[in-house]
């Protein structure tokens, strides 16, 4: 299923919470200092698409995360201004809602702390500062009474928070379930799914050990368990230079002085992960498990977007990924057959929801 409305926009009441959700989802989370209301999730749907809010007038949200792409971009790296190729794949926002971190190395807490960063790097955005985006909504003939009637303030008064919040409850209406699987799962309808996917089922929560990660509730199923994991995916850029980066750090720890500069790439530094905001050696290549739902339309995979087919991710796990001194005890050979892996795609193919 292609998106291109934001999904239960209309059914909000209260301005606080939904009156109905898709089959197969909890509530979503909102927060007690940004209530949703109709006007605010318009407000931010514009946002969301406005090409102004970067340095050559090119660059949106919405250029990552593209409603018809099912909120990615369809890239294996994010493009942002000038055509310039950032290091990690664009996630899809479809329920980003239910993230308890955000980007793939969950530095960001909130939709609203998230929306502010893309913004100001150089490569997505390539705003010097947010004070850009708060002067072109307050010269806009159209925002600044939107502004007015959502949030109450004048054009002076307008500021980036407001801006994100908007953004952000936009964001929260981006929601997908009503799945086949969850049709045959929680719904009881056992011509949901084909048999092949049904046998897919079984094997991604049992042999397949996918479960584990991307979970399954006895009443709802988010396919994530906001939690980080070296997968292996990536390492081998890492692996040339890592030894002696952690080395350099181990003695500036030592001599109480700051880290010198490294001779790790852009490219490498990304492929620190977690490490990156928790300075934990183990951390080291550890991103988010992502949502699973709608995957059959959000590829390439991995945050690298190195695998381009849900036939190659099936492959590099049943070989147990790539070796490396920080891979998660969870990633080990499968030694699927052949019809395993056929049912298992299939099974994942069933979580396109409405």
């Known amino acids: 299923m292609r998106f291109t409305t934001p999904f239960c926009a209309a059914l909000l009441f209260s301005g606080v919470l939904f009156a109905a959700l898709p089959l197969g989802l909890p509530p979503v989370p909102i927060p007690q200092d940004n209530p949703q209301s109709p006007a605010k999730i318009a407000l931010g749907r514009l946002l969301f698409n406005d090409r102004r809010f970067s340095a050559d007038g090119t660059i949106s949200c919405s250029s990552c995360h593209r409603p ?62 947010h004070q850009f985006v708060v002067d072109v909504v307050c010269k806009d003939p ?11 303030v004048a054009a002076d008064q307008i500021t980036i928070d407001h ?53 399954i509730s006895w009443n709802n199923a988010l396919f994530t368990d906001n939690r980080f994991y070296n997968i292996g995916v990536g390492y081998e850029r890492l692996e040339p230079s890592i030894d002696a980066y952690l080395e350099g750090l181990q003695q500036s ?30 951390d080291i290549g550890k991103f988010r498990t992502p949502t699973l739902r709608n995957i059959g339309e959000t590829g390439p995979y991995m945050h690298d977007g190195s695998l381009k087919t849900l036939e190659e991710v099936v492959e590099y796990y049943d070989k147990g990924g790539e070796k490396n ?17 056929s049912d298992l795609i299939a099974f994942l193919k069933s979580l396109t929801g409405k």
């Open 68 to 129: 018809e792409l099912a909120f990615t971009d369809g890239l294996p790296a994010a493009q942002g201004i000038r055509g310039i190729e950032g290091t990690r794949n664009s996630p899809t926002v479809i329920n980003a809602a239910y993230y308890t971190s955000l980007f793939l190395d969950g530095r960001r807490d909130s939709l609203e702390t998230q929306a502010l960063d893309p913004l100001v790097n150089s490569i997505e955005h390539g705003l010097s500062d």
């Open 142 to 152: 159209d925002y600044p009474a939107r502004f007015q009637a959502v949030f109450d």
């Open 163 to 215: 801006v994100v919040k908007a953004i952000a409850s936009y964001e929260r209406t981006l929601i997908s379930g009503d799945s086949p699987f969850d049709r045959y799962f929680f719904g009881g309808d056992r011509t949901a799914m084909s048999e092949s996917a049904a046998r897919g089922l079984n094997l991604f929560r049992r042999k397949g050990n996918c479960a584990n990660c991307h979970e």
């Open 253 to 282: 720890a030592k001599a109480g002085t700051k880290p010198g500069a490294t001779s790790l790439t852009d490219v490498q530094r990304s492929e620190l992960g977690q490490f990156n905001i928790t300075r934990v050696v183990s």
């Open 325 to 341: 001194p920080y891979l998660d005890a969870a990633i080990f050979p499968l030694k699927l057959t052949e019809q395993e892996k």
